[in-house]
Each structure stands twice: as C-alpha cells, then as structure tokens.
C-alpha cells in the first residue's frame, strides 16, 4: 500500500510542477517525475507477496512433476514488460521536449515563460 | 485484397530506410516517400473498397504473432475504420504534396519520415484491438505531431508546440493508467476480452472513476473544451499542411477510438458526458469565433465547433437510445460530417497558406482579387456551414432528424450556432 | 490564482487515486484467467525463453516493442530535425576534463561496451534486453564526450546503424509473416534448449537488433544535443 500511495503523491508532485512552474526546464522535469511516479505504480500493481523475480532458472520454480510453471511462485511480468515501454516511451517525450526548449532558447534568449506570450497561456 | 498488417510493416521499413538513403540525395527520399504513400492509399482502397462491394461482411482481424487474444495482440479493420484510414492517408498526401509545392526550399528528408510515421500511428489507433497498443500508437502520434508543430521554427510555432507536448503527456498519462488499471481489474488487456468480462461483473466505484479518466484523457486529445487551449495555439501558430493532417485526419481517428472505447467499456454515463463537453465546446467556440480578428484563429474556434458536433453525434450514436433508423441516419451523418470537414477544413487552411494575410480584412481584399481563391474559400464554406447542395447541409439533416424527441433542446443549440457560423464566415 | 486551481484539481485527482488504489489488494496472487497466467505457465514450453519479461516483451507483445523502437526512432529524428544548424550558442567555455577522468575513461569505455553488449545478447536468459544494453552503451558514449573536448561521432554511420537495426527488425517480423502467415510468428529457427545461448528462436535476433538501435540512437541523442551547442 505504501508503495502505491508514494507513486500517486511522485505523480502528483510531478504534475503539480508542470502546471504550474514558470521555468521551461522545471515544467520537464515536473513530467519526467510524473513519468517516474506511473512507472513505479505500475511495477507495483505487479507484486505477488513471497513470490520471485519472473526469470526461471531453477528447478523449484516448476509445478510438481510437469512442464508448467507455478503461477504462485513468480510475480507478475506483464507489469514489467509493460514499464519498459513506458520508459523508453517517457525518455523520448523528454528528448523531444528538451529540443523544443533549445531551440526557444536560440531564438529569444529566454526560458522563462512570462517572455512568451505571443500566444495566450 | 491486402493484408492490413503490410500497411503498417512497409510504412515503417521505408521510414527506416529514408533513415540511410537520406544521405544519397533529396530525389530519392522523396521518391521513396511517394511510393510508400502510393502503396498504403491503394492498399487501404483496396480493403475498403472490398467492404462496400461487400466481398466480406465480417471485419479482418489479425492476430500478430499467431497468438490468439487476448494472449497476443490483435488488430481487427471494419468498413469504418478502413474508410477513416483512407481518408486519413488522402488527407495526409495532400498536405505533404501542399507542403512541397509551397516552400521555397522542400523540407529535410526527416520531415518525410515525421509525416510517414503520423499517418502510421494514426493507423495503428484506428486499427487495434487493445489497449496498451493504443496507448504506445497515441505516443507515436503524438510525438510525431510534436515535431512537426515545432518545424516552422519560430517562437509562435515553437510555443505551441511544446504547449501540446504538455497536454499530450498529461492526456496520455490518464490513457497509460486507464489501461494498466483495466488489466489488473480485469486480467486483460484486449478490448473484446475486457467488454466479455464487463458484463458478468457490476460497475464498482473504483472502476467507474478508472474508467472516466481514461475516457477524459482521450477527450482532452479531442480539443473538448475547457482543455483546449493548446489546440487554438497550434491552430494558429503551426504550417497549414500539417495544421490539415492534425485537425482533418488524426483528430478524426481519436474521435473513433473515443466512441469504441465507451461501447466497450459498456460506460453508462456516456450520452451524459458527449451532451455536456459537445454541447458546451460546440457553443463556447462558436461564440468564440463570433469575436475573433485573426483569420487562422477563427479557422481554429471554427474546427473546435465542428469536433464538438461530432463528440455529440459519436455520442448518440453509441448509447443506445436511438432506434435503428435513426441509428443509421446519425451514422451518415457522421460519416458525412467527417468527410466535409476534413476537406472543406484541409482546403481553408492550405488558403490561408497561400493568401499569407492574418486579418480578416485582409482577406477581403485578396478574394475579391483572385476567382481562383474566391471559388475554393466560397464551396469550401457554403460547405461547412450546411448550404444545399453540398455535404454539410446533409449532414446536419441527418443528425437532426436521428435525434430523438427528448433532446429537441440540442436541435435548437445547434441551430443557433449554425445561424452564427454563416454570419462569422459570410464577414 | 493558477495555482489555486492547480491544487484544488490535483487533490480531486488524488481522491480519485485513493479511491481506486483502495479497491486494489496489494500482494494479491495473479488472478486465474488472466493472460499472465498463461505466459508464466506455458511461456518456457512455447518459447523456451527463461526471462518471462523477454518473452512477453518480444514475442507475445512484440508489436508493442516495435512501437517502441518506431517512438525511439521518432524522437532522435525529431530532434535532429529541430536542431538542424541552430545557431544555438553556449555562453561558458567547455573546460578540459581531468587526468583522472580521461584515464579511468580510456579503461572503462571497451568494458563499458562489453557489457552492454552482454547484457542485449543474453536478453533471453538474464535480466536485461535490448533496451538495457543499448541504453549502458549510450552512457558509454557519454561518458567519452564529458572526458574528451573534440570527440565526436560520425552521423552517418549512426543513421546507416541505426536505420539497418531497425529495418531487420521489420525484416525478421515480414519473414514470421512468410513462413507462418502471422507477422512477427516465432516459427523461423528453432527453438532450442531451456537456458542455452542458442535458444528461444527469433527472440535473442530481435534483441540484439534492438540494443543495437537503442544504442546508436540515444548516442546520436546526445551527440546532437551537444554538438548543436558548440562554439562556432
């Protein structure tokens, strides 16, 4: 329980920054922490108390005399597989993000974003 | 007849390889991109056109992998999605081909490869049959969508975009969580799956405000107001053509998967939800539009109007009050709407590209010039504000006679905003 | 005022979670029916893979991991899009890294590499992947442009990596198409022993064309971040 309630409040510390941060640089890292805190709850949606890490290596892990595995003794992987691709999916919006704000910065030497109001925020 | 998954593997391995060809030569790229354009328009024409002639009847599923559902992935095409998929892709190559003949300089080879890979991912949305698929489809979108915003390169087109990169991460925050929540609740994450086991449980709470955030995160996708700040700003801050692949095409594939999810989820509150953010962005933004100066904003509140008309019929179409004719109206309607919009919208944007003036009463003075220009911007027009002959007026018979009686109050609505639409664009 | 409503949204957001989250057994056991079931039951018969993420990941999921692969690709493209020849200038000077930087770097660099190399080739067997190794092979190449002032790398032969990676990733899903008639089947090699090198079909190929991608993409990543700052 605990680990869900520390991922919610990563989650919303993580948006709390980018809506209200007036740093461009702040408001990434605000999603790059909320990229953290989803991560991490979805990890912990997978835990199965007592159980192993889904590598099966050992021969304890089988079912008794069978070619299955048993399904109590391993925590769940698709969790995991599914974290994976939202990681790397969280480092490209970053890349990307970052490379919007580089460019702002050549073009009005700022990054704050009270310069920019060309557009309403 | 072509297999749908060759859509998705071609286009891909030709955005790779415009990766290495890159450094041979413009000529070549952009040949490379043509075919591959050529190829996915004559392979989707292909599948629907075998709908229409009803060659097959039940929609193709494919099962990657060879892994039945829900152990793997599948995707299933129908006579909708093959239709909005062909009118995405048309959509797409007319932007690009815009895109080329107007600039001075033709963009980099990389600007083939983000134009390549956003018609994929919009594919992919309308396609699949799961739910973290999507998600991973929605974030190829989206990032694509993020740099070509941002390829004008000044401060408005830079602004906007990395406006839309923080409301897309929020939006498909909610749509990631949606979807893993769905598979621990469920077992699952494929959308026929879920839907089967919906029905045997009830609707706790919990799921009930799951549910809703995945929805709310796919509405902010749809430019539902009050969170559709960034999508004024991209209207009026990004290149026209990819303003027409954005507002015509992918919007559009959104609206689909919005529609598919609330069926499947079985969501109870759903005509409640399209009534109050269609109706409400529907009004907000004809009024709007009613004040605006700026030629490309108006165009903008204009599109938003017309997306909240649309949540309204998707709406009513998938709640289940209807009767069965009404249903079919309100699905021509539907149909026709999009078609009208995406190219009426698509033909005032490339307009406003080549008579370059941001007021409106500069735009007087160039129509009056050019017959040319003036031809195009009055069908296109007369079209979107539902003049007989054309489309628009069509459509908007149709979805008013598929309402029910009960609702007669969102007839009146949609009146007055069409009788303000005609007097802001007749300006 | 905006951060009002800010707080005032995110704590409804957080109700919201509380509410959810209080509905979910922490620890439960894997629920019967579930897909996850079948994949740790039958996911060593069917591909003989020991690591049950690998398994998922690249074959039963697979057309998420070529999502994936299609995200990470967009990015560095996108970014080299937007920094094409930015006129982006740093205002500070770089300064010469130390000798002990330089030294240490010179050693750990080929090990670095190594191991990232180890870790995508035995994707199938031990904690790791493609992802893994490509990203360990990145800050390898990271590591080499903090210590060293005029390093740099070779775009072309990034892209020609990167693009070929990617293209045999496709290339080896068309084939499953061939064979079997399902895009991405793992019907191509055979399957082997449990816990062996050369087992798990498709899956160890796959993965190495992926850390292979990974690695040079988030290296050429860097590579233009820094470069499109340089003094001119």
């Known amino acids: 329980m605990v680990f869900f309630l520390s991922s919610i409040v990563l989650m919303l510390i993580g948006l709390y920054a980018a809506l209200t941060k007036r740093n461009l640089i702040k408001i990434i890292i605000g999603l790059s922490i909320m990229d953290t805190g989803i991560n991490l709850f979805i990890i912990s949606l997978g835990f199965v108390k007592n159980a192993t890490a889904p590598i099966i290596s050992l021969k304890e892990l089988f079912k008794s005399n069978s070619l299955l595995v048993d399904v109590s003794k391993v925590v769940d992987p698709l969790p995991q597989a599914l974290v994976l691709t939202a990681i790397v999916i969280g480092v490209a919006v970053t890349a990307m993000a970052l490379s919007i704000v580089i460019r702002m910065y050549s073009v009005k030497k700022s990054i704050e974003t009270d310069d920019y109001k060309e557009l309403k925020w | 007849m072509v297999n749908p998954i060759l859509i998705i593997a071609i286009t891909l391995m030709a955005a790779f390889s415009i990766g290495i060809f890159q450094f041979l030569g413009k000529k070549f790229v952009k040949s490379v991109f043509w075919l591959t354009i050529l190829f996915d328009l004559f392979a989707i024409f292909s599948i629907a056109y075998s709908f229409i002639t009803e060659k097959i009847v039940e929609p193709i599923v494919v099962k990657i992998g060879g892994f039945a559902p829900p152990i793997g992935i599948n995707l299933s095409v129908d006579a909708i999605s093959s239709y909005l998929g062909f009118v995405i892709f048309f959509i797409g190559a007319g932007a690009a081909y815009h895109w080329m003949k107007k600039g001075i300089e033709d963009p980099q080879p990389k600007a083939y490869i983000l134009i390549l890979l956003i018609l994929l991912g919009s594919i992919g949305i309308i396609f699949t049959q799961d739910f973290f698929n999507l998600f991973v489809f929605i974030e190829i979108t989206s990032i694509a969508a993020y740099g070509l915003v941002a390829s004008k390169l000044d401060g408005k087109a830079l602004e906007a975009s990395f406006k839309y990169l923080i409301v897309g991460s929020i939006s498909s925050m909610l749509v990631l969580l949606g979807a893993v929540l769905l598979y621990k609740f469920y077992g699952s994450l494929n959308m026929a799956d879920i839907s089967s086991k919906i029905a045997v449980s009830h609707y706790s709470g919990a799921i009930l405000i799951m549910i809703t955030m995945f929805l709310f995160g796919l509405l902010i996708e749809l430019e539902m107001f009050p969170m559709n700040g960034w999508a004024l700003d991209v209207y009026e801050g990004a290149n026209p053509a990819i303003i027409a692949i954005l507002a015509g095409g992918i919007v559009k594939a959104f609206l689909l998967v919005f529609v598919r999810s609330a069926i499947y989820l079985k969501y109870p509150y759903l005509l409640k939800i399209a009534l109050i953010f269609g109706l409400t962005t529907y009004m907000v933004s004809q009024f709007f539009a009613w004040k605006q100066k700026n030629a490309r904003r108006l165009f903008g509140y204009s599109s938003v109007a017309q997306l909240g008309l649309l949540v309204l019929a998707g709406g009513f179409y998938a709640s289940g009050i209807l009767t069965s004719t009404s249903k079919t109206y309100m699905l021509l309607a539907i149909v026709f709407f999009v078609l009208n919009h995406s190219f009426s919208k698509s033909t005032l944007f490339f307009l406003s590209d080549l008579i370059e003036e941001t007021e409106i009463s500069g735009w007087k003075g160039v129509l009056r010039k050019n017959k040319l220009f003036k031809f195009m911007f009055s069908t296109s027009v007369f079209s979107i504000a539902g003049a007989p002959p054309f489309l628009g007026f069509w459509a908007k018979l149709f979805f008013i006679l598929a309402i029910p009686q009960k609702y007669f109050f969102v007839v009146v609505l949609v009146l007055i905003g069409a009788i303000a639409e005609i007097v802001y664009y007749f300006r | ?232």
């Open chain 3, 1 to 232: 005022m905006k951060k009002i409503i800010s707080i005032i949204l995110l704590a409804i957001l957080g109700m919201f979670f509380f509410n959810i989250v209080s509905a979910i057994n922490f620890g439960s056991n894997i629920k019967k029916g579930s897909v996850s079931e079948h994949y740790i039951e039958k996911g060593i018969n069917e591909n003989r893979g020991s690591n049950l993420v690998t398994s998922i990941v690249v074959n039963y999921r697979g057309f998420d991991t070529l999502g994936e692969v299609t995200v990470l690709f967009l990015a560095a493209t996108g970014l080299s899009f937007l920094l094409f020849s930015c006129k982006c200038r740093r205002e500070f000077d770089k300064v010469i890294s130390s000798l002990v930087l330089r030294t240490a770097t010179s050693t750990l660099y080929p090990l670095i590499l190594l191991f990232g190399a180890y870790i995508f080739i035995h994707g199938h067997l031990t904690p790791g992947g493609g992802f893994q190794g490509g990203a360990v092979i990145a800050s390898g190449v990271m590591l080499l442009f903090m210590s060293f002032r005029n390093f740099n790398i070779n775009h072309r032969e990034l892209s020609t990596i990167e693009s070929l990676a990617g293209i045999s990733f496709v290339a080896l899903g068309l084939a499953g198409l061939i064979v079997s008639n399902s895009f991405l089947a793992n019907k191509l090699l055979p399957l082997g022993n449990w816990n062996a090198l050369f087992s798990a079909g498709v899956i160890p190929l796959i993965y190495i064309a992926v850390g292979f991608k990974v690695g040079s993409e988030l290296s050429g990543l860097i590579s233009d971040m820094i470069s499109s700052t340089k003094e001119d």
